[in-house]
């Protein structure tokens, strides 16, 4: 007597690992399963093409610049340095830029106390105002609990008549530590010249 093969029993994974027969689980949940697998697979699909591109935009960056200290017989190689190139119309440009990231050490606390003596001995001159602007660059990020480091770089360049600042701004400078830099592209246009040029943004910071 012949056996008919049974269908194999469909299955997806869940949260263990463990194989669960579809038709035990509810129709809506597969549903959701399966729409979130296809969402998935789109994002690992674009994800894979901004790599592809990011990695072509550096590699005729760097051609272009090879070209120019060829032109002026430099040895070429390494992309250390930022660089900006622009259509014949000016348009188009495109920025080429090292992005430092900092970490930030307890020299931080040294540098506010410094700074609020600063302006307490400039209370004549200071308004609450510039009191408020220049305390504010220690307020701390609600994601990541450090101070803003954007506008601590903003503060340290600041000229303060007193003959405390040098001492402050050193303890600024020492307390911004780069902990990694990364190369980074961005490109401006415009339709003519009497319009600003905007960014085309592309997130390239993850891939």
């Not at 390494?78 to 014949?88: A, L, P």
């Not at 080429?96 to 001159?125: C, W």
Request: proline fraction near 4%; charged fraction near 30%.
């Amino acid at each position: 007597m012949n056996t008919l093969d049974k269908a194999p029993v469909k299955t997806i994974p869940d949260a263990s690992g463990r194989q669960v027969p579809v038709n035990c689980i509810r129709a809506s949940t597969v549903l959701q399963h399966e729409v979130a697998e296809k969402i998935r697979d789109h994002f690992r699909e674009l994800a894979e093409f901004t790599k592809d591109k990011k990695k072509q935009i550096f590699e005729e960056m760097q051609a272009y610049r090879d070209l120019l200290a060829q032109e002026y017989g430099l040895r070429s190689g390494g992309t250390r340095g930022g660089m900006t190139i622009r259509t014949y119309d000016a348009h188009t440009e495109v920025k080429l830029e090292e992005r430092d990231y900092y970490r930030v050490t307890p020299e931080i606390t040294i540098a506010q106390a410094l700074i609020g003596k600063i302006l307490d001995d400039l209370t004549e001159q200071a308004s609450g105002d510039l009191r408020a602007i220049v305390m504010r660059a220690f307020d701390t990020d609600k994601r990541t609990g450090q101070p803003n480091v954007g506008s601590i770089l903003k503060l340290k360049s600041m000229v303060i008549d007193h003959p405390q600042w040098p001492e402050a701004r050193r303890a600024l400078e020492d307390s911004l530590v780069v902990i990694s830099s990364k190369s980074a592209v961005t490109c401006h246009v415009r339709p003519d010249l009497d319009h600003p040029r905007e960014q085309l943004v592309v997130d390239f910071s993850r891939v």
